[in-house]
């Protein structure tokens, strides 16, 4: 799954470089060099996208994002069941509603501005509240 590779922004300034994996770094940090909390905030939502989407953060044949590819269906929540792994859909204990809770959290710790993404804390609080399979983590 994926590899890694050195990160470095066009626009960064200084020699510091960070390492990431094709298809889960921040373009925030990719457009200015900085990294945040932030940062794994939205690697973190790429991570949750796949889980839903059973589909890799970078295809390997195409070279296309997973977040492109989702993006018409995690701005209308409705078009979620597109994206969604057929191999959830055929389980008969498939539950839309937490696919669409997990799909939503993902999408805002994918927003382009970090000051729009939710801290990690307000991530595991949303998933514990709407996803019942992993509401007894602590």
């Known amino acids: 799954m ?4 050195l990160v470095v922004s066009s626009n960064s300034k200084s020699r510091a470089a960070m390492l990431g994996s094709p298809g889960y770094t921040d373009p925030h940090y990719m457009r200015t060099g900085l990294a945040s909390k932030k940062s794994d905030v939205y690697s973190f939502g790429v991570i949750l996208l ?3 989407s059973g589909m890799e953060a970078l295809d390997p044949l195409s070279g296309e994002r997973l977040t492109a590819r ?5 701005r209308d929540m409705e078009k979620v069941v597109e994206i ?13 509603e937490e696919a669409k ?3 939503e959290v993902a999408a805002t710790c994918l927003s382009d501005s970090p ?3 939710p801290s990690m804390l307000d991530v595991l609080t949303a998933l514990r509240k709407e ?8």
């Open 70 to 74: 989702a993006g018409p269906a995690l």
């Open 131 to 138: 996803v019942s399979s992993i509401s007894c983590l602590v």
């Open 84 to 96: 969604v792994d057929p191999r959830l859909k055929s389980r008969g204990d498939f539950d839309w």
């Open 115 to 117: 000051a729009h993404r």
């Open 50 to 52: 796949e889980l839903v």
């Open 2 to 5: 994926g590899f890694a590779s």
């Open 101 to 103: 809770a997990v799909a």
